[in-house]
């Protein structure tokens, strides 16, 4: 009788060992009470903010970021002798940025440029753009050979005009699009967008 009692106590504490370190371990990743983080925010290099995370409450990691150029305009550097606008690459004015770094980056570059988005310092420089324009997207983009081409939508007509206006509009997103090594030439479909 003892020694089957003897087994049973054995048992038991053993069984209480086993319950006691699973708990212990389930522990460590539950907490039994929610961890409540502080609300502070980290600016990331993208422009973009982290907040902080548990359980240890540390700053989320910062989306991956690449620089690339928007190639903007400056009137003022593209004068002729006279002082009359040139309407040439010569007034392309290059601005850095910083994107999320994705599988399609010379896209996302041109989507970025088309938003037209210049702070009050770079408007300040004299930097000009006339994107966005309404009704103007990009709907695809290949690249094959080094030829890229772009395909637009501009379901209001946005990218007619004079030939001054229409070769700013082309030459910005063709520099834009050059600066990728890859890239050789810059085709736009269909074909009668940015024509004066």
């Not at 928007?70 to 007034?91: F, P």
């Not at 994705?102 to 041109?110: A, E, G, R, S, V």
């Not at 930097?127 to 309404?134: A, D, F, G, K, Q």
């Not at 509009?169 to 050789?184: G, N, Y």
């Given at each position: 009788?003892?020694t089957?009692?003897?087994?049973i106590?054995?048992i038991l504490?053993i069984?209480?060992?086993?319950?006691?370190?699973l708990?212990?371990i389930?522990?460590?990743?539950?907490?039994?009470?929610p961890?409540?983080?502080?609300m502070?925010?980290?600016?990331?290099?993208?422009?973009?903010y982290v907040?902080?995370?548990?359980?240890k409450?540390?700053?989320?990691l910062c989306?991956e970021?690449k620089?690339i150029k928007l190639?903007?305009?400056n009137?003022?550097?593209?004068?002729?002798?006279?002082?009359?606008?040139?309407c040439s690459?010569n007034g392309?004015?290059?601005v850095?940025?910083?994107i999320?770094i994705?599988?399609?980056?010379?896209?996302?570059t041109?989507?970025?440029l088309?938003s037209?988005?210049?702070?009050?310092?770079?408007?300040?420089?004299?930097?000009s753009?006339?994107y966005?324009l309404?009704?103007l997207?990009?709907k695809?983009?290949?690249?094959?050979d080094g030829?890229?081409?772009?395909e637009?939508d501009?379901s209001?007509n946005?990218t007619?005009?004079?030939s001054?206006?229409?070769?700013?509009?082309?030459?910005?997103?063709?520099?834009?699009?050059?600066?990728?090594?890859?890239?050789?030439?810059v085709?736009?479909?269909p074909?009668e967008?940015?024509?004066?």
């Amino acid at each position: 009788m003892n020694t089957k009692i003897l087994i049973i106590l054995i048992i038991l504490v053993i069984l209480a060992g086993i319950w006691l370190g699973l708990r212990s371990i389930i522990d460590k990743f539950e907490p039994l009470e929610p961890i409540a983080c502080t609300m502070d925010a980290k600016l990331c290099p993208d422009g973009s903010y982290v907040g902080r995370i548990p359980p240890k409450c540390d700053f989320a990691l910062c989306p991956e970021t690449k620089t690339i150029k928007l190639y903007y305009y400056n009137y003022e550097l593209d004068r002729d002798e006279w002082g009359n606008v040139a309407c040439s690459r010569n007034g392309l004015v290059p601005v850095e940025k910083k994107i999320p770094i994705t599988k399609t980056p010379i896209q996302d570059t041109i989507k970025l440029l088309l938003s037209g988005k210049l702070t009050d310092e770079e408007r300040a420089q004299g930097i000009s753009t006339e994107y966005p324009l309404e009704g103007l997207s990009l709907k695809g983009s290949s690249l094959k050979d080094g030829v890229l081409t772009l395909e637009f939508d501009d379901s209001n007509n946005k990218t007619v005009g004079g030939s001054c206006r229409v070769g700013i509009l082309w030459f910005q997103i063709e520099a834009t699009a050059k600066q990728f090594p890859e890239v050789q030439q810059v085709r736009f479909l269909p074909e009668e967008i940015f024509q004066p």
